[in-house]
């Protein structure tokens, strides 16, 4: 690795699916190819490799200066307060001559709307009832993004019926959503997934439909994810400009992390790094 100064740093969740790993490589292969003149790596939190803070270490190493670590999650949950910003807070105490700087997750923006809403239109789902899954957490503030984004992209797609669904952590679960749309009578569905890359869940959730498909006799038109498609890269430049002009963003205001929510009062004022901030090292978090 030979690195001329300026370096970024992709950070992803890892995942057990091969078929994930390689799209999140895809990804990171279009980013790099979009900053010639930075040197793009790919780290992960868990169950991936290589860890991130190894590649923070290998980065300066070979002469980086300054490091962003942006995180390539959707939401801002654990990840992306607590374990991320560990890593970065672990790593400047390990270089204390480096710029290393955290950039914000992708967030809840037009840019997702607007691909997983083209992909509703090219499969002339338009008006349909929609159902968005995504990737449940424990986090209410997470949580209520996704349920924004179902709403935005239900405007988008100009249906008068949508759902969210969580894959885990939270509910309604898949089954339960699709549960109740056949309740109401519904024959058709609309299904778009809020995930970054393929994985466990994904397959998961797919399953479920359509085993409820061949059931119930829906017809289920699926829109995927958004994936490693050319239309993801301008977000991640901007949010990798956004940490380079001291503008990273993670949404506090309903945070679990400084409103104290039933069942959750624990987290106020918690220290980041309670989640996986030990894998900034070569140790591995077992599920």
């Known amino acids: 690795m030979t690195v001329r100064g300026e370096a970024l740093l992709l ?20 980013v790099a190819a979009a900053l010639p003149e930075v040197d793009v790596a790919l780290g992960f939190l868990e169950m991936s490799e290589p860890p991130a803070g190894r590649v923070i270490d290998e980065l300066v190493a070979a002469g980086a200066s300054r490091v962003v670590v942006l995180p390539l999650v959707l939401f801002g949950a654990g990840h992306a307060k607590s374990d991320v910003p560990a890593i970065v807070i672990e790593a400047r105490s390990r270089h204390a001559q480096v710029d290393i700087r955290f950039g914000s997750p992708l967030g809840l923006s037009g840019p997702l709307v607007s691909l997983l809403g083209h992909s509703l239109e090219r499969l002339d789902a338009a008006g349909w ?7 449940g957490t424990s986090d209410p503030d ?19 019926f949508h759902l969210v669904a969580f894959t885990g952590v939270t509910g309604p679960s898949v ?7 056949a309740a109401l009578g519904y024959r058709r569905l609309a299904v778009a997934f809020w995930f970054l890359c393929t994985g466990r869940l994904v397959e998961r959730a797919r399953g479920e439909l359509g085993d409820f498909a061949g059931q119930r006799g829906v017809d289920i038109i699926d829109a995927g994810y958004f994936g490693p498609r050319p239309e993801m890269v301008p977000l991640v430049l901007e949010r990798y400009r956004d940490a ?28 980041v790094g309670a989640g996986h901030s030990h894998l900034a090292e070569e140790h591995r978090h077992p599920h």
Do not use: F, I
């Open 129 to 135: 009832p929609l159902l968005v899954v995504a990737r």
């Open 175 to 181: 089954p339960q959503a699709l549960d109740m749309t």
């Open 11 to 30: 950070v992803g969740h890892g995942s057990r699916s091969e078929a994930s790993d390689a799209e999140m490589h895809a990804l990171h292969r279009m």
């Open 244 to 271: 380079l002009e001291g503008r990273p963003v993670v949404n506090c205001d309903a945070c679990a992390y400084r409103a104290a929510w039933p069942g959750l009062s624990d987290r106020v004022g918690q220290p």
């Open 142 to 160: 997470a949580n209520g993004d996704a349920a924004k984004a179902g709403r935005l992209l239900a405007e988008w797609n100009r249906s008068d």
